[in-house]
């Protein structure tokens, strides 16, 4: 390597280095301010605190009313886990039958279910809400779980159609030869190539659930069916005086498991994005 190159490589790797540092910034600083009295968590600005305390974890861990953070984390991995089985199993299938199978106005119904991806949720809140009522699931989980076990996600059926369609038709053709049907060739074929668009698909609905706030926030109102997300917004109380420690505190605990899921499943990850549509 020249000294042209050596000195432009350690140039960039700077200017990564240094845009990292800026974007990881709120989140070291949400992580110090954690462990900040609350008296010093807007008027110490610097990143390692003057004073360290677990208070902030202990008084948020208690919850509200009597109901601990525990019980909120226990009910967004429940919407979640159940959110991402339904991605998984339905859209999975949508896809297969758009990229294998033939039937009757195939290309209307995909172009319908394209159209959907473009339609923003706010749009469609009001009659969903109004259904729902009608079938009196507001103030439960169903409003949040039933709709991803019917394949509600386009955006998935959309990845894993372009994922399969990469996947060689010979195969499909060598398992009919073999006496395979469709859903054999599901199960047995597409199913085991398909797992770096599945992992994609369970990392993407386990994040978006989790983070979720606006759809819980629609359609739960008992503090015992809360979710983290609306756990910490009740901490927050804009006409009085907020506990702001106990707040970040639970922020901080409510990214462990997002940061989890995506460290430990990344390599899927990235083959699943590198793949679809390229394979």
């Given at each position: 390597?020249?000294?042209?190159?050596?000195?432009?490589?350690?140039?960039?790797?700077?200017?990564?280095?240094?845009?990292?540092?800026?974007?990881?910034?709120?989140?070291?600083?949400?992580?110090?301010?954690?462990?900040?009295?609350?008296?010093?968590?807007?008027?110490?600005?610097?990143?390692?605190?003057?004073?360290?305390?677990l208070t902030n974890y202990m008084n948020g861990w208690k919850g509200l009313q009597g109901i601990s953070f525990l019980r909120?984390?226990?009910?967004?991995?429940?919407?979640?886990?159940?959110?991402?089985?339904?991605?998984?199993?339905?859209?999975?299938?949508?896809?297969?039958?758009?990229?294998?199978?033939?039937?009757?106005?195939?290309?209307?119904?995909?172009?319908?279910?394209?159209?959907?991806?473009?339609?923003?949720?706010?749009?469609?809140?009001?009659?969903?809400?109004?259904?729902?009522?009608?079938?009196?699931?507001?103030n439960t989980y169903l409003p949040l779980i039933v709709p991803k076990w019917l394949a509600h996600d386009s955006f998935f059926?959309?990845?894993?159609?372009?994922?399969?369609?990469?996947?060689?038709?010979?195969?499909?053709?060598?398992?009919?030869?073999?006496?395979?049907?469709?859903?054999?060739?599901?199960?047995?074929?597409?199913?085991?190539?398909?797992?770096?668009?599945?992992?994609?698909?369970?990392?993407?609905?386990?994040?978006?659930?989790?983070?979720?706030?606006?759809?819980?926030?629609?359609?739960?109102?008992?503090?015992?069916?809360?979710?983290?997300?609306?756990?910490?917004?009740?901490?927050?109380?804009?006409?009085?005086?907020?506990?702001?420690?106990?707040?970040?505190?639970?922020?901080?605990?409510?990214?462990?498991?997002?940061?989890?899921?995506?460290?430990?499943?990344?390599?899927?990850?990235?083959?699943?994005?590198?793949?679809?549509?390229?394979?």
């Open positions: 390597m020249t000294t042209k190159t050596i000195y432009t490589n350690g140039v960039k790797h700077l200017i990564i280095i240094a845009i990292g540092l800026v974007m990881m910034y709120p989140v070291l600083w949400l992580l110090s301010s954690s462990f900040k009295p609350n008296n010093l968590i807007f008027s110490d600005t610097t990143l390692w605190p003057k004073e360290f305390t909120f984390f226990t009910n967004s991995a429940q919407i979640s886990v159940m959110s991402v089985l339904g991605n998984v199993i339905t859209c999975s299938l949508a896809a297969f039958a758009f990229a294998r199978l033939d039937f009757k106005y195939k290309k209307l119904w995909f172009s319908m279910m394209l159209v959907t991806i473009m339609l923003p949720y706010h749009v469609t809140l009001v009659p969903q809400y109004i259904l729902y009522k009608n079938f009196e699931w507001i059926i959309l990845l894993m159609v372009q994922f399969i369609r990469g996947i060689p038709k010979e195969l499909d053709e060598s398992a009919t030869i073999d006496g395979c049907g469709q859903g054999q060739i599901y199960w047995k074929i597409i199913l085991p190539l398909l797992v770096p668009a599945l992992i994609t698909t369970a990392i993407f609905t386990f994040i978006w659930t989790w983070d979720d706030f606006f759809s819980q926030m629609i359609y739960l109102n008992n503090v015992k069916l809360f979710t983290v997300q609306l756990g910490i917004r009740s901490l927050f109380d804009p006409a009085g005086e907020s506990d702001w420690g106990a707040l970040l505190a639970m922020s901080v605990l409510s990214l462990i498991p997002i940061m989890t899921i995506f460290l430990t499943f990344q390599r899927y990850f990235l083959d699943g994005i590198a793949t679809t549509g390229i394979k």
